[in-house]
């Protein structure tokens, strides 16, 4: 070893994932990257006089954990005021709203459980007596939806039905009236655009706190699947200029309905715009939206008769615009939920030959035929998963999820196992805000299922580790330098007090984490 270390970890059990040398005791650290893999006798040859010597007393040591799915700059609007998350029922949410802050008259609320409409319609009705009036806009936890009450409604200039470029509504009754239940983005936003917003100065603060939260549960990285406003690369910058982010996070922009040549071409000018630990690497399509809103593309409507519809009207618009931005080099993520949306990505792939092996990724695949399984392998499509999400679900297929597919599509609910054994790589995720971005119920969640999908098989432990490491690596093109131990890598590592594939789900949902390392700093330590 020609120069001595900035680190040394030693004492632990490392689980490398390096195929040339599984396991370790000790890892050297210099510049931001592995310098040498080995054990406790190779310690006191690679220390030199400034090097710092951390042991880590029998704790195991992993590759850092990355979220391969996560909104942790525009999830700071989704989660602006009153948190909803922990409502079950009306009269839950009636006596939250009851006390509610008040911020420039408003009630803002996010996270509330479809299933706590105990199968009603979503409508105003319900709630606005509560509320005596105020404007109020309501997320629904899956940040596809919302509730608005009349006075909300009336701000934002909404009277009756809209017609947007994407598959959105403004949901009315018979009679022509709004019911206040906003369905998809376009939707969403003209209420949002009128309701009063988080100073950049508030944002900044808690983007900072987040991102160190994210860091003691032992991540280091996010594959982050928006832009925000189009702000956030000013916002990162900023806040980089007075320390490293914890956490590096790789930006996807979206490509919404419409997007003309100019519009790619704006796309493709962003890519690599970068800071030191965060980077515009990617864009994000919608093929559908969710099953519980009804915009889910199915093979065959939900029980309401909803979800034949695509979020691209033109779906053959969204196949052109994937190979056009894959012609230039840059990487898709498709949010595909339903059997039809998850089928049109994979033929649009599949479409562009063996170039677009391991290049395009399917978000989500919430429910999918036996059929669809095998050929994410085959044409090297990965798959990114969310076993969080199964909690909205319930294993008597009571919840509005399962009712709303059926007993034979809610059978198939986050084929995470199936996937895997026919040869996928399968990058797991949390998709915060729409669950915690605690990366060990991540784990935890793949290994345990639960709701609709406890009855499929679940992963091994090492396949969940897998899932943020190194498919998650691959999922970002990033194999060659990053989700694995060795020497040269990137020294992002994180330590457990339990090693995480060996011991019990639920004990690894809580495991202490020792310290979390992103670009050879120690970012978090107990």
Not at 93 to 106: F, H, K, P, T
Not at 135 to 143: F, K
Request: aromatic share 4%; hydrophobic share 45%.
């Amino acid at each position: 070893m020609t120069s001595a270390p900035s680190t040394v970890l030693t004492g632990a059990k490392v689980r490398t994932l390096d195929p040339a040398r599984p396991f370790a005791t000790a890892v050297a650290v210099r510049d931001g990257l592995v310098l040498a893999v080995g054990d406790a006798h190779d310690v006191p040859h690679w220390r030199g006089p400034g090097t710092e010597v951390v042991d880590l007393a029998g704790a195991t040591l992993t590759p850092g954990l990355v979220d391969a799915h996560s909104h942790p700059v525009w999830g700071l609007e989704l989660t602006a005021g009153l948190d909803l998350t922990g409502v079950r029922d009306l009269d839950g949410l009636r006596a939250a709203l009851a006390g509610a802050e008040r911020v420039d008259g408003w009630v803002i609320g996010w996270g509330l459980d479809h299933n706590a409409f105990g199968g009603r319609p979503v409508d105003r009705a319900l709630i606005e007596e509560t509320l005596s009036g105020a404007p109020a806009l309501l997320r629904l936890y899956d940040g596809h939806s919302a509730l608005a009450t009349g006075a909300a409604l009336a701000a934002a200039g909404i009277t009756g039905p809209r017609t947007f470029a994407q598959h959105a509504e403004v949901v009315c009754d018979a009679s022509g009236r709004p019911t206040g239940h906003l369905v998809e983005h376009a939707a969403c936003g003209l209420v949002t655009a009128v309701m009063p917003r988080t100073s950049y100065d508030h944002r900044r603060a808690r983007l900072t706190e987040l991102l160190g939260g994210m860091a003691a549960t032992g991540l280091t990285g996010a594959h982050v699947m928006d832009l925000g406003d189009g702000d956030v690369p000013d916002l990162l910058a900023a806040v980089e200029q007075e320390d490293d982010l914890p956490v590096r996070l790789r930006l996807a922009p979206w490509c919404m309905p419409g997007a003309d040549r100019a519009a790619l071409d704006e796309l493709i000018r962003l890519q690599g715009r970068a800071g030191r630990r965060w980077q515009v690497a990617g864009a994000k399509f919608f093929m559908d939206g969710t099953v519980e809103g009804g915009t889910a593309w199915l093979e065959h409507a939900d029980c309401h008769g909803q979800g034949t519809e695509a979020f691209w009207p033109d779906p053959a618009a969204y196949s052109e615009a994937v190979r056009t931005l894959h012609e230039a080099g840059v990487r898709t993520a498709t949010h595909a939920i339903g059997d039809a949306a998850v089928r049109h990505v994979l033929d649009t792939v599949e479409a562009l030959g063996e170039s677009g092996r391991l290049r395009h990724r399917v978000e989500h695949i919430e429910t999918v035929p036996d059929d669809t399984i095998p050929r994410f392998a085959r044409l090297g499509v990965i798959a990114s998963m969310q076993p969080p999400h199964t909690a909205y679900t319930r294993a008597d297929h009571s919840d509005e999820w399962s009712r709303r597919l059926g007993g034979e599509r809610a059978g198939r609910a986050w084929r995470c196992r199936d996937l895997r054994d026919a040869g996928a790589f399968v990058a797991l995720g949390s998709d915060w805000p729409i669950a915690d971005y605690d990366v060990r119920r991540v784990l935890a969640t793949g290994r345990d299922p639960l709701g609709a999908a406890a009855a499929g098989r679940p992963l091994t432990g090492l396949m969940a580790l897998e899932g943020c490491t190194t498919h998650a690596a691959v999922a970002a093109g990033e194999a060659e330098v990053s989700g694995r131990i060795a020497p040269g890598l990137r020294a992002d590592l994180t330590a457990f007090g339990l090693d995480p594939v060996e011991a019990p789900a639920d004990e690894v949902a809580q495991a202490p984490v020792r310290l979390t390392m992103t670009g050879g700093q120690i970012v978090h330590r107990a």
